[in-house]
């Protein structure tokens, strides 16, 4: 296994960690009813510096572990599977963006796909984007994932 796809290995456990309690975190909130814009703002907060805490010291960890191929120039092949990875995070997120943005012009659908969440409008197309965002990482380090073990 190759130092890049270890990389991506971390980084996908990591995101799936972290993000995965963020939600749950969420929920939990919202069915205990103590959800607020503060409890929002602490629990993303906590959950972003977790996010590039851990990130930095795997991927420290990693390159100590490592050394020889962390320092090595991305070849041709890395640099294809990164751009299949992208494309399939660019069209998660697309569509994502364009849901958001089709919740913000039609306003009454707020009732149907967040009908019980007392938080602005803002913190719901946020929630929103967030989620696509998390969702097009996963996609894309999913993909490169898939072509380092198929092969190119």
């Not at 009813?33 to 906590?46: E, F, H, Q, Y």
């Not at 320092?71 to 992208?86: A, Q």
Request: some cysteine; overall charge negative; hydrophobic content about 50%.
């Amino acid at each position: 296994m190759s130092y890049k796809e270890r990389s991506i290995w971390v980084s996908l456990a990591i995101l799936v960690y972290i993000w995965l309690n963020y939600f749950t975190d969420l929920v939990s909130l919202h069915i205990t009813n103590t959800m607020t814009v503060d409890a929002v703002n602490g629990l993303l907060m906590t959950t972003v510096i977790q996010t590039i805490v851990l990130e930095i010291a795997l991927q420290i960890v990693l390159a100590i572990i490592d050394h020889k191929d962390a320092s090595s120039p991305e070849d041709e092949r890395d640099k294809l599977i990164t751009l299949h990875g992208s494309r399939a995070a660019y069209c998660i997120l697309s569509v994502g963006v364009f849901l958001a943005i089709f919740y913000i012009v039609f306003p009454t659908l707020s009732t149907y796909i967040f009908p019980t969440i007392e938080l602005s409008n803002t913190y719901k197309v946020m929630h929103l984007i967030i989620l696509f965002a998390v969702i097009a990482e996963i996609t894309k380090f999913s993909t490169q994932i898939f072509y380092y073990r198929r092969g190119f």
